[in-house]
């Protein structure tokens, strides 16, 4: 507990940052690294963690490394129970089909089945001397970490990152903001508090729809003393009159949000980080990169979600603004936990 962690970043050499490199000799070549950056001092266990995982739990990692450091075991893998029947298509047999891990002439049940598991490609533990002996990850006795399967999913292609992305909000959910955690809110205009869409008449007067639960929330946010902006690049008459229909300072016509951000939170003493902005295009993305808590509207452009701290449910112009004034202040937007009704006696 007394010692103190260090995270490092080692680059890879260009031989072994190509698409044919093999994760062992990424792995090796941060050995190296490490140990020459400690001074002579050698790591007992190394541990792999593949990105493409996104589901990896820290009980994962902690199973692994705990089955090489303390529990005897050489190298260890993350592993889901697998009850599926796997097909091999070859000229191997004279039909040219196989069963691999099973006999294609008996089908018994899963239950009579012995239990396989499949690799899950998230998370590895080695003893480093036997690595280094090896030079692969899977030697001497192998420890089996079970995982949950519906945690396993290996992104190869965009498909799985699709399918990633549609599990996310189920298998991990993003922490939200809570009014502890904020001193001010910043929004985009455009795409944010309005579906996105322009209504031009023939004279080139444009309109937009907003929504009324929006201004509910921004007006319990301001009662509550939230300091709040509105802050957009459009120079539109609109952005003007909505800002001062709802009370809320507006910085619009600006060509770096970023910095207009900068400089309000500078003359205000608010820390950057303690700021919640919510955006919905690549223009706001800046601004991500300031705040603490960016936020995105569920219509965001996918690159905006990816980036987003926090995602709402509700899209742009449909009252996602009302959603993240209940995630600050509660359902009832007033900072406190509604009385429960209390029940009706029945005859």
């Given at each position: 507990m007394g010692e103190?962690t260090?995270?490092?970043?080692v680059?890879?050499?260009a031989?072994?940052?190509?698409d044919?490199?093999?994760?062992e000799?990424?792995?090796?070549h941060?050995?190296?690294?490490?140990?020459?950056m400690?001074?002579?001092?050698?790591?007992?266990?190394?541990?792999l963690?593949?990105?493409?995982?996104?589901f990896?739990?820290?009980?994962?990692?902690?199973?692994?490394?705990?089955?090489v450091?303390r529990?005897?075991a050489?190298?260890?893998v993350?592993?889901?129970?697998?009850?599926?029947?796997v097909?091999?298509?070859?000229s191997?047999v004279?039909?040219?089909?196989?069963?691999?891990?099973?006999?294609?002439?008996v089908r018994p049940?899963r239950q009579d089945?012995p239990?396989?598991?499949?690799?899950?490609?998230?998370?590895?533990a080695?003893d480093?001397t036997?690595?280094?002996a090896?030079r692969h990850?899977f030697?001497g006795?192998?420890?089996?970490?079970?995982?949950?399967?519906?945690?396993?999913?290996?992104?190869?292609?965009?498909?799985?990152?699709?399918?990633a992305?549609?599990?996310?909000?189920?298998?991990?959910?993003?922490?939200l903001?809570?009014r502890?955690?904020?001193?001010?809110?910043v929004?985009?205009?455009?795409?944010?508090?309005?579906?996105?869409r322009?209504?031009?008449?023939?004279?080139?007067?444009e309109?937009?729809a907003?929504?009324?639960?929006?201004?509910l929330g921004?007006a319990?946010?301001?009662k509550?003393g939230?300091?709040?902006?509105?802050?957009?690049?459009?120079?539109?008459?609109?952005?003007?009159?909505r800002?001062?229909?709802?009370?809320?300072p507006?910085l619009?016509g600006?060509?770096?949000?970023?910095?207009?951000?900068?400089?309000?939170?500078?003359?205000r003493s608010?820390?950057p980080?303690?700021v919640?902005?919510?955006g919905?295009?690549?223009n706001?993305?800046p601004?991500?990169?300031?705040a603490?808590w960016p936020?995105?509207?569920?219509?965001a452009?996918?690159?905006?979600r990816?980036?987003?701290?926090?995602?709402?449910t509700?899209p742009?112009?449909?009252g996602?603004?009302r959603?993240i004034?209940?995630?600050?202040l509660?359902?009832t937007?007033?900072g406190?936990v509604?009385?429960?009704?209390?029940?009706?006696?029945?005859?």
């Amino acid at each position: 507990m007394g010692e103190e962690t260090r995270l490092h970043c080692v680059a890879r050499p260009a031989a072994i940052a190509g698409d044919t490199a093999t994760s062992e000799a990424a792995v090796l070549h941060a050995l190296d690294a490490y140990e020459a950056m400690a001074h002579g001092r050698t790591a007992d266990v190394v541990l792999l963690v593949q990105c493409t995982s996104p589901f990896l739990s820290r009980e994962d990692v902690d199973g692994v490394a705990r089955a090489v450091a303390r529990e005897g075991a050489d190298t260890a893998v993350t592993v889901a129970p697998f009850h599926g029947f796997v097909w091999r298509d070859g000229s191997a047999v004279e039909d040219g089909t196989y069963g691999v891990n099973h006999d294609k002439a008996v089908r018994p049940r899963r239950q009579d089945r012995p239990q396989d598991f499949l690799e899950t490609g998230a998370a590895y533990a080695m003893d480093v001397t036997g690595f280094r002996a090896h030079r692969h990850r899977f030697f001497g006795h192998t420890a089996l970490v079970a995982t949950d399967p519906a945690r396993t999913l290996e992104i190869d292609d965009p498909h799985d990152l699709d399918r990633a992305r549609a599990l996310a909000p189920l298998l991990d959910p993003a922490p939200l903001p809570t009014r502890a955690d904020v001193d001010a809110v910043v929004l985009d205009f455009d795409g944010t508090q309005t579906d996105d869409r322009v209504l031009v008449d023939s004279d080139g007067r444009e309109t937009v729809a907003v929504h009324r639960g929006d201004g509910l929330g921004i007006a319990a946010l301001r009662k509550a003393g939230v300091p709040l902006l509105i802050l957009s690049t459009e120079q539109n008459p609109v952005v003007a009159a909505r800002a001062h229909k709802l009370r809320v300072p507006v910085l619009h016509g600006v060509d770096r949000k970023d910095l207009a951000l900068k400089q309000w939170c500078e003359e205000r003493s608010v820390d950057p980080q303690r700021v919640l902005y919510v955006g919905n295009d690549v223009n706001d993305l800046p601004c991500f990169g300031l705040a603490g808590w960016p936020v995105a509207v569920a219509s965001a452009h996918d690159v905006v979600r990816a980036a987003a701290r926090a995602v709402t449910t509700t899209p742009g112009g449909s009252g996602a603004i009302r959603e993240i004034a209940a995630w600050l202040l509660g359902p009832t937007l007033t900072g406190s936990v509604p009385a429960p009704v209390p029940a009706v006696p029945t005859q």
